[in-house]
């Protein structure tokens, strides 16, 4: 029993010591087993290091390639921009070289035009002083000829003496035509009609002093005013023209325009002339004394003689009213005194006389 234990101890513990050294190897299979496979781990890890550190090591590479390709374009656009640049540097001061050349050019070109304008105006001021001495040297001897013809002509121009019998505005119409014709300085008019003059002719022109008597328009109206023949005359003259029987409808009507043109004479313009024909036309609405009054005036615009014609009826009715009031103030005193019949007679012609007019067209003044 106890041999038989003894052994079976023995076998348990061989037992036991062979489970414990498979469990020990079976520990150190198991500690080598997970030994590789960290191994194995760290290998993978280690290459998938190794793998991003290539890709980061190739995406690197790229950026800087990518980055050297960009710095190369913009060097290469900046050599382009530069060249550029430098071209367009090249085609300005080009063309500002062209530029300077043309404008010389025209400077030249203009100031050899005027080297040529200068030398034709100098040809021309020659051609010009040359022609001018030419002409004066033919004047000189042209003048010398009408000089003595008209002096000439001048002897032949002469004029009847005026007499008492003689129309003065035909006098005066044929002298002036025989000047006209013998082509007479019109300054010298006054020297071949001054001794030609009598009668009242003659006392005008002497009235009249040394620097008016050289001056024919003066003369011939001092002359025209003597005789009293001015605007009016003529006016009248043109209102009441008359065909004879043995004149044309054309002498006619040349003498209705020359006395047209005398009585407007003075008007130098159709305001002028519209102002008078106006007037005249006024006036021929006008009671005969006061047109002769309102005449007398003489008045320069049509409304004017308008004013002054009612300045005149004014100064009627208010004399006619105190007319009137000297009228009641008599009646009363001839009944007190026994003599108002006579006073109102009185009264009466010194009122009448206010109507009329004097010998020179103005209101009469009988009663003051």
């Known amino acids: 029993m106890s041999l038989r234990?003894?052994?079976?101890?023995?076998?348990?513990?061989?037992?036991?010591?062979?489970?414990?050294?498979?469990?020990?190897?079976?520990?150190?299979?198991?500690?080598?087993?997970?030994s590789v496979a960290d191994l194995l781990k760290l290998l993978?890890?280690?290459?998938?290091?190794?793998?991003?550190?290539?890709?980061?090591?190739?995406?690197?590479?790229?950026?800087?390639?990518?980055?050297?390709?960009?710095?190369?374009?913009?060097?290469?656009?900046?050599?382009?921009?530069?060249?550029?640049?430098?071209?367009?540097?090249?085609?300005?001061?080009?063309?500002?070289?062209?530029?300077?050349?043309?404008?010389?050019?025209?400077?030249?070109?203009?100031?050899?035009?005027?080297?040529a304008e200068r030398e034709r105006q100098a040809r021309d001021e020659w051609k010009a002083q040359f022609e001018m001495v030419a002409r004066l040297a033919q004047d000189g001897r042209n003048r010398e000829g009408e000089q003595t013809g008209r002096i000439l002509k001048e002897a032949e121009a002469k004029v009847a003496k005026l007499t008492e019998r003689d129309d003065i505005e035909a006098y005066l119409a044929t002298f002036e035509r025989t000047m006209t014709a013998y082509e007479v300085n019109r300054q010298r008019w006054v020297y071949k009609l001054a001794p030609q003059l009598s009668g009242m002719a003659q006392q005008a022109y002497a009235a009249m002093s040394s620097e008016?008597?050289?001056?024919?328009?003066?003369?011939?109206?001092?002359?025209?005013?003597?005789?009293?023949?001015?605007?009016?005359?003529?006016?009248?003259?043109?209102?009441?023209?008359?065909?004879?029987?043995?004149?044309?409808?054309?002498?006619?009507?040349?003498?209705?325009?020359?006395?047209?043109?005398?009585?407007?004479?003075q008007q130098a313009t159709a305001e002028a002339v519209v102002e008078v024909v106006a007037q005249e036309q006024l006036l021929n609405t006008l009671p005969s004394n006061v047109r002769v009054w309102v005449r007398e005036r003489k008045p320069t615009t049509c409304l004017e003689a308008g004013q002054l014609a009612d300045d005149y009826a004014q100064a009627r009715r208010q004399a006619g009213l105190e007319s009137k009031r000297e009228?009641?103030?008599?009646?009363?005193?001839?009944?007190?005194?026994?003599?108002?019949?006579?006073?109102?007679?009185?009264?009466?012609?010194?009122?009448?006389?206010?109507?009329?007019?004097?010998?020179?067209?103005?209101?009469?003044?009988?009663r003051t």
Do not use: C
């Open 5 to 34: 234990s003894g052994k079976e101890y023995k076998s348990q513990a061989r037992m036991s010591e062979t489970e414990e050294a498979a469990s020990r190897n079976s520990v150190a299979n198991e500690s080598v087993s997970m």
């Open 44 to 115: 993978m890890e280690e290459r998938k290091l190794r793998a991003e550190e290539e890709q980061r090591r190739a995406v690197r590479e790229q950026e800087t390639r990518e980055a050297e390709r960009r710095q190369r374009e913009e060097d290469k656009q900046r050599e382009q921009e530069t060249r550029e640049a430098e071209r367009r540097q090249r085609e300005e001061e080009k063309q500002r070289e062209q530029e300077t050349r043309e404008a010389e050019r025209r400077q030249r070109e203009e100031e050899k035009q005027r080297q």
């Open 212 to 265: 008016e008597a050289v001056d024919y328009e003066r003369v011939k109206a001092a002359i025209l005013k003597r005789y009293d023949i001015n605007e009016e005359t003529y006016r009248l003259r043109f209102r009441s023209v008359m065909k004879s029987l043995d004149e044309s409808h054309r002498e006619v009507a040349v003498r209705v325009k020359d006395l047209a043109k005398k009585w407007l004479k």
């Open 327 to 366: 009228d009641v103030k008599n009646g009363k005193g001839g009944k007190q005194s026994g003599t108002g019949g006579q006073g109102k007679g009185r009264v009466g012609e010194e009122s009448a006389g206010t109507r009329d007019v004097d010998g020179k067209g103005q209101p009469s003044r009988k």
